[in-house]
């Protein structure tokens, strides 16, 4: 299994950009995907998650209307648009999937490296 994010950098705040996760090794369009984000001295936190067939998201309250999740079934990849972007939405932007419902034994809990994105002007 693998996550391979991209798509982060340097934007002003009000910018957008857009995140990538390639991923490869089980059914992808089985799974559901998620982005985390962790800030320096901070949790990691749940940012979107959507399921396999994309019918489902869900968001944190600190990116609603300004973050939208979405899935290329056909090309293994989940994107994370992010409009408006503010000063503290600096981190570090993982990729998750857990793939328990798909397998008999862990493990079941994969990350991709993760792609820096800093907001500043």
């Known amino acids: 299994v693998q996550l391979v994010e991209s798509g982060g950098g340097l934007v002003q705040p009000g910018g957008s950009l857009r995140l990538s996760c390639a991923a490869s090794?089980?059914?992808?369009?089985?799974?559901?995907l998620s982005w985390y984000r962790q800030a320096p001295g901070k949790e990691r936190e749940l940012v979107a998650s959507?399921?396999?067939?994309?019918?489902?998201?869900n968001y944190a309250d600190s990116v609603k209307d300004r973050f939208t999740i979405s899935r290329d079934n056909a090309n293994n990849t989940v994107y994370l648009q992010m409009h408006s972007l503010k000063p503290e939405d600096t981190a570090v932007y993982h990729c998750?999937?857990?793939?328990?419902?798909?397998?008999?034994?862990?493990?079941?809990?994969?990350w991709g490296q993760g792609t820096q994105v800093t907001v500043s002007s």
């Open positions: 090794g089980f059914p992808f369009s089985s799974a559901a």
């Open positions: 959507i399921s396999g067939a994309g019918g489902n998201t």
């Open positions: 998750y999937t857990n793939l328990r419902r798909l397998r008999g034994r862990p493990p079941w809990d994969y």
